[in-house]
């Protein structure tokens, strides 16, 4: 069975980095897309990008391009979410999702989604 699992959320202060994981199990990465998602109270989930595992291709929404990175460990299974210049604003549950075929940032697009990782982002 399909399963994704976040890790490496947390408090941070405002200028600060993290990097979130995404462990995959009941499948191979390759094939799939790998996207990021966040949601804060009361708001909409939204789309941060979304990585092509077979080639390590990446897409960012134009809101986070410059301070989030998405890489791929296919030997571990895993998907890498680096957040740099870490602001208040970007506190918010972070999701990765996965789905086959190409990338995308729609959260309607991806059927198979992990729990969620808190980030807090506060002095």
């Known amino acids: 069975q399909l399963q994704l699992v976040e890790s490496g959320g947390g408090l941070v202060q405002p200028g600060g980095s993290l990097r979130l994981s995404c462990a995959a199990s009941?499948?191979?990465?390759?094939?799939?897309?790998i996207g990021w998602f966040r949601q804060a109270p009361g708001k909409e989930r939204e789309g941060l990008g979304c990585?092509?595992?077979?080639?390590?291709?990446?897409f960012y929404a134009d809101s986070v391009k410059g301070r989030f990175t998405i890489s791929r460990d296919n030997a571990k299974n895993t998907v890498y979410l680096q957040i740099d210049s870490l602001k208040p604003e970007d506190t918010a549950v972070y999701y990765c999702?996965?789905?086959?075929?190409?990338?995308?940032?729609?959260?309607?697009?991806?059927?198979?989604w992990g729990q969620g990782t808190q980030v807090t982002v506060s002095s």
């Open positions: 009941g499948f191979t990465l390759e094939h799939y897309a």
């Open positions: 990585i092509r595992t077979s080639d390590g291709s990446t």
């Open positions: 999702a996965a789905r086959k075929g190409v990338v995308s940032t729609n959260p309607r697009a991806f059927a198979s």
